[in-house]
């Protein structure tokens, strides 16, 4: 979990969204889940608030758990794994191919 943060670009590693690819919105490290732009889709039924305002379906992003997305390499163009390096006293996420994630 440690290794995805907010603003990361993420593949979807299975489910509905299998192989979407998106940046990560939101993390929820106590529940272990994220939230990635474009996958996990769910419809929101909203009912009207105010008068003049309609309600209807809306999409938006469901969360789902981090262990099912993996960080997206452009090097290697495809998700990995990281380990991690310190470099100027700080933890940096590395590529097996060498590409430094921060």
Same mark, same amino acid.
């Given at each position: 979990?440690?290794?995805?943060? +907010?603003?990361? +670009?993420?593949?979807?590693?299975?489910?509905?969204?299998? *192989?979407?690819?998106?940046?990560?919105?939101?993390?929820?490290? !106590?529940? /272990? !889940?994220?939230?990635?732009? *474009?996958? /996990?889709?769910?419809?929101?039924?909203? @009912?009207?608030?105010?008068?003049?305002? +309609?309600?209807?379906?809306?999409?938006?992003?469901?969360?789902?758990?981090?262990? @099912?997305?993996?960080?997206?390499?452009?090097?290697? /163009?495809? *998700?990995?794994?990281?380990?991690? +390096?310190?470099?100027? *006293?700080?933890?940096?996420?590395?590529? !097996?191919?060498?590409? @430094?994630?921060?």
């Amino acid at each position: 979990m440690a290794n995805i943060k +907010t603003g990361d +670009t993420v593949v979807v590693l299975s489910g509905n969204s299998k *192989g979407v690819q998106g940046k990560v919105i939101a993390v929820s490290p !106590k529940e /272990n !889940k994220v939230l990635v732009e *474009g996958a /996990n889709i769910i419809h929101k039924h909203v @009912k009207a608030r105010r008068q003049g305002e +309609t309600g209807g379906i809306v999409d938006a992003e469901g969360a789902m758990y981090a262990d @099912k997305v993996a960080l997206y390499c452009p090097k290697c /163009n495809k *998700g990995v794994r990281v380990h991690h +390096t310190v470099e100027n *006293g700080k933890k940096i996420r590395v590529c !097996k191919c060498g590409h @430094k994630f921060d």
